[in-house]
């Protein structure tokens, strides 16, 4: 069954879509890749990936993701031909390389070559061997197939519930979010066997592997032009790569390598969102008449992420292309913003971070103070029932709710599909209040906490504290760790306030979140239940300057 999985995904997925397992694959091989044609670029003389082999020699190469013939190679417009003999013939433009060396060269095609062209190109490298040129390599749907199927060798002959579970989310129809609970299991069952002791090819199976899979669970998504659930499904494969990296020195060396590829796959997907978004000025998906139900919910959704790609853009060095898209939607948008529930809080604060960090503080600073006003409104001191003036009973209020509720529950409980969660009560309680806190007094915003404190006084802040650090890059932990609630007291010194501020709790910090603030935040927009005081003052303190890209970082 998986090996007709292999077959179809390798039919219809695009050459960018094919570029991050193909790095991936070659890595289990040996190589060191280095470079990978920028999302979205020209092609650099034919040449989309550029590595180097197990022995230090210089390759590069070219991908096309459809059976290949005559036609091809003669086509008028980009003759295959013209790309090869850039592929084998203009030198390696990259300060990695030395452009004096001849490198090795290879042509990857997801389908077949026809027996016409198969034959053309024996001929091609045959001449430019007689007269002592470079010749190029050709890999083929079936050897590609193979390598596929070794890099899977772990995950083939495992239990029938994981090979179900991972043909149900392969099979999703790519409208939806993702299925994030069930991707994560996965990903976490097929990483549970490592230890810190771990060699290290047995560490590279499985990092190579996690990979692979979130290609395939990402298709439904791309197939679909679902950006941002394809990007979720990325996240979850970079948060199981980090969770890798915590094991020991040598796992992290392994799964860093593997998360410049994550790395790529993400930026693609955030650009295609982009490009999407500066086209297109209505956002209903479907029937207009049910999606006015729904579309708040992904308004919201949008602007946050419109956000992230500002601040990803920025930690990476990149033109912020997305800042003029983003502002231009939230000048549109900014009135469907919906505080469905405290997930959406991470939303919002993407939002506010990409406001702060091109220069529109005041808007930033605005966000954060209507997210704690409307917090205490709606979580704060119990109000009870009471009778209207027409005689009719007014519900008490329920509060918003905690964010391990998802948007897909909020929505479907008026139709009587929600969760049984929905109907707790959640007042007098916040696990985001604590973290806005945090934001205020960190930008000195005394006068306003002072205004408010009493009413935040009532709001037990909560937190999940879990295990291990590490466990704070899972989607859930389950008895693992526990939630911790706490009243602040009155008075509070405002030193005690910044002292807080200044010292964070390294039990609330997943490893490596300072490193990789840009991989943090769009953890956090998949799994909000996950936002701490820490967390949120990583990402409140962060530049957003100094980052690079980690597939071709040098050496």
């Not at 002791?197 to 979130?214: D, F, P």
């Not at 791309?222 to 970079?238: F, G, M, P």
């Amino acid at each position: 069954m998986l090996e007709r999985v292999v077959e179809n995904w390798l039919a219809s997925v695009t050459e960018k879509a094919f570029e991050l397992p193909l790095s991936q694959l070659l890595s289990l091989d040996g190589y060191t890749i280095i470079h990978i044609a920028r999302p979205h670029g020209p092609m650099e003389q034919g040449k989309d990936i550029l590595a180097l082999t197990a022995e230090g020699n210089p390759c590069a190469f070219q991908v096309k993701a459809r059976d290949l013939t005559l036609k091809d190679w003669r086509d008028p417009d980009q003759p295959l031909k013209g790309q090869i003999e850039d592929l084998l013939d203009v030198p390696i433009q990259h300060p990695a390389f030395d452009h004096k060396r001849r490198h090795e060269s290879t042509l990857v095609t997801t389908g077949v070559l026809d027996d016409t062209l198969r034959q053309t190109l024996h001929a091609f490298n045959e001449g430019r061997r007689r007269s002592g040129k470079p010749t190029v390599n050709v890999l083929v749907k079936g050897q590609i197939e193979s390598k596929i199927r070794a890099a899977l060798g772990r995950f083939l002959p495992g239990k029938l519930t994981d090979t179900r579970d991972f043909l149900q989310l392969w099979l999703a129809d790519g409208t939806s979010l993702p299925s994030r609970r069930e991707i994560s299991t996965l990903f976490e069952e097929r990483i549970s066997g490592l230890r810190a002791k771990s060699n290290l090819k047995e560490i590279q199976a499985v990092c190579g592997e996690i990979v692979i899979l979130g290609s395939y669970l990402a298709h439904p998504f791309q197939l679909k032009e679902n950006h941002i659930s394809e990007i979720q499904v990325w996240t979850l494969v970079a948060s199981t790569m980090f969770k890798v990296a915590a094991l020991s020195r040598k796992a992290q060396r392994v799964a860093i390598e593997s998360l410049g590829l994550v790395e790529y796959g993400i930026t693609e997907a955030m650009q295609r969102l982009v490009t999407e978004c500066e086209t297109r000025r209505d956002y209903i998906e479907g029937n207009p008449w049910t999606d006015a139900y729904v579309y708040r919910a992904r308004a919201t959704l949008v602007a946050g992420y419109l956000g992230a790609v500002v601040l990803w853009q920025k930690w990476l060095g990149e033109p912020l292309t997305a800042l003029p898209v983003f502002q231009r939607f939230w000048s549109d948008n900014q009135s469907q913003m919906w505080l469905w529930g405290e997930a959406a809080v991470l939303s919002f604060l993407a939002v506010g971070w990409a406001f702060d960090r091109t220069s529109a503080a005041r808007e930033s600073e605005k966000l954060v103070a209507q997210l704690v006003g409307a917090i205490l409104d709606e979580n704060g001191k119990s109000r009870r029932a009471r009778p209207s003036r027409d005689g009719e009973e007014i519900p008490a209020r329920r509060g918003l709710a905690d964010p391990y509720v998802s948007v897909d529950e909020i929505l479907r409980e008026p139709i009587g599909q929600g969760n049984s969660r929905i109907g707790a009560t959640y007042l007098g309680q916040s696990y985001t209040l604590e973290s806005l806190v945090k934001i205020l007094v960190h930008r000195r915003f005394r006068q306003l906490l002072q205004t408010v404190w009493y009413r935040i006084t009532y709001v037990a802040f909560q937190t999940y504290r879990p295990t291990k650090p590490s466990d704070l890059w899972r989607w859930a932990n389950g008895r693992k760790g526990g939630i911790e609630a706490k009243h602040t007291p009155t008075p509070t010194s405002w030193q005690t306030l910044l002292n807080e501020v200044e010292t964070l709790d390294p039990q609330l910090s997943p490893p490596l979140a300072s490193e990789y603030p840009h991989f943090l935040l769009a953890f956090l927009l998949v799994a909000p239940h996950r936002l701490n005081p820490t967390t949120c003052l990583t990402l409140e303190q962060s530049t957003w300057d100094g980052g690079q890209w980690i597939v071709g970082r040098k050496k």
